[in-house]
């Protein structure tokens, strides 16, 4: 009897650590700044999935009213832009617009209002985000940038 509670507490605890997994996701964004392209690319130009664990930080949500994604990566890594937050929609309590776009570029934080697309694939787990063209700014000072592209594939987004 205690091997069958044992192993039931098991499998319950596993239970719970699977759905508790963050996501994979898999993309690539593109940020002009002064004239210098940057680039947060998962590897292998977009196509390699990531995962949270000691070089990356994913998260997703499919909760109304708002789709989002995020992907973070270690700022000891040496890259230009280290993570990227994309929001289908973002707004106050009073319905006013506000940036659903940040992008992390060492040491600065820049974000937008920019047309975010979710898109469900066949799995409701897996969808597709996307947003082009559009201007970020940092917070700071509003010194420019512009977000050229970001595109990115989430397996086992939370849509609960």
Not at 64 to 78: F, N
Not at 101 to 121: I, K, Q, R
Not at 129 to 154: N, P
Request: proline share 3%; aromatic share 6%; glycine share 8%.
């Amino acid at each position: 009897m205690r091997a069958i509670r044992l192993a039931l507490g098991i499998l319950s605890s596993l239970a719970m650590v699977a759905c508790s997994d963050h996501p994979d996701i898999a993309g690539k964004a593109i940020v002009t700044l002064d004239d210098e392209e940057l680039t947060l690319d998962t590897g292998d130009d977009g196509k390699t999935f990531a995962k949270t664990g000691d070089l990356w930080s994913t998260d997703c949500y499919l909760r109304d009213p708002v789709a989002t994604m995020s992907i973070d990566r270690r700022l000891d890594e040496g890259f230009s832009i280290s993570g990227i937050t994309l929001l289908v929609k973002n707004v106050d309590e009073q319905g006013k617009l506000l940036p659903n776009v940040w992008v992390d570029m060492y040491p600065d934080g820049y974000n937008g209002f920019c047309e975010v697309t979710a898109t469900l694939g066949v799995d409701p787990h897996d969808v597709d985000f996307s947003a082009a063209d559009c201007e970020l700014q940092r917070g700071l000072d509003g010194r420019s940038a512009w977000l050229v592209s970001a595109q990115f594939h989430v397996k086992q987004c939370d849509n609960e």
